[in-house]
C-alpha cells in the first residue's frame, strides 16, 4: 500500500500545474481586452488666406524697364559728368519697402565710367562746348564706383542713414550721377556704352 500512495502523489502535482497555467492564460486575456476605447473627430475649416503684393514703380511708371534721359551724353570728356532722377514707387500697398540699387555698364565705355548716388534731384548744365557738368540736391549715398560688365551694388537702403524704407503709395528720389574721371585713358575714345541700373525692392516686416 505504501509503495501505491508513492506513485499517486506525482500525478496530482501535475493536474494542479496544468489547472494554474489555465488561469494564467485567462487572466492574461482579459487584461488586454480591457483596453479597447472610443474615438471621435471633428473638422475646423479656416477661412481664406492670400498673399500680399510688392511691386515698384520707377520714375511713375510700373514697367521693368525704364530710360533715364538724362544720362543721354554724345560726347564726353574727362571729367564730364551727367545725373538723372530715379523716383522709386511703392506701388504694394501692404508693406513698406526697401530697396538695393545695382549698377553695369555696356558697351565699349562701359568700364571707364564712374556712378555715385544721390539722395534728391539732378542738376545738368554745360553742353560740348564748355563742358558737361552735373549735381544732386541731396546728400551722398555711397562713393563713385566703377563700372563693370556685371551688376555692382551701388545702394542699400536698409544700411543707409540717408533714406528710410518706402511707406505704401509713397517714394523716394534717388540722383544717379554718371561722370568720366579726369584719370581716363585715351582708350576710352571714341568710345560709346549704357549705364544699365537695376533697382530690386524687399517687404519690410510690419
Known amino acids: 500500500m505504501a509503495e501505491h500512495r508513492a506513485r499517486t502523489r506525482p500525478r496530482r502535482r501535475l493536474a494542479r500545474a496544468a489547472v494554474g497555467a489555465v488561469v494564467l492564460f485567462l487572466l492574461v486575456t482579459g487584461t488586454n481586452a480591457t483596453g479597447a476605447y472610443w474615438t471621435g ?3 475646423v475649416t479656416l477661412p481664406t488666406l492670400s498673399s500680399g503684393t510688392l511691386d515698384i514703380g520707377l520714375n511713375g511708371s510700373a514697367s521693368d524697364t525704364v530710360a533715364l534721359s538724362g544720362l543721354t551724353i554724345t560726347d564726353m570728356l574727362p571729367g564730364d559728368s551727367r545725373a538723372a532722377t530715379l523716383t522709386v514707387s511703392n506701388i ?4 513698406r519697402l526697401r530697396f538695393t540699387v545695382a549698377g553695369r555698364g555696356t558697351g565699349t565705355i ?3 565710367l ?4 544721390f539722395s534728391g534731384t539732378a542738376t545738368n548744365t554745360g553742353n560740348g562746348t564748355v563742358g558737361y557738368s552735373s549735381s544732386c ?5 555711397g562713393p563713385a564706383v566703377t563700372l563693370a560688365t556685371s551688376d555692382t551694388t551701388l545702394l542699400t537702403v536698409a544700411a543707409s542713414n540717408a533714406m528710410a524704407a ?4 509713397g517714394t523716394q528720389n534717388v540722383c544717379a550721377q554718371v561722370s568720366l574721371p579726369q584719370t581716363a585713358t585715351q582708350g576710352a575714345q571714341p568710345r560709346t556704352g549704357t549705364v544699365v541700373l537695376v533697382v530690386t ?3 519690410v516686416v510690419r
Open 41 to 43: 473627430s471633428a473638422t
Open 92 to 95: 504694394g500697398v501692404e508693406s
Open 110 to 112: 562701359a568700364t571707364s
Open 114 to 117: 564712374q556712378v555715385q548716388l
Open 137 to 141: 540736391s541731396g546728400a551722398s549715398l
Open 166 to 169: 518706402i511707406a505704401p503709395n
Open 201 to 203: 525692392g524687399r517687404s
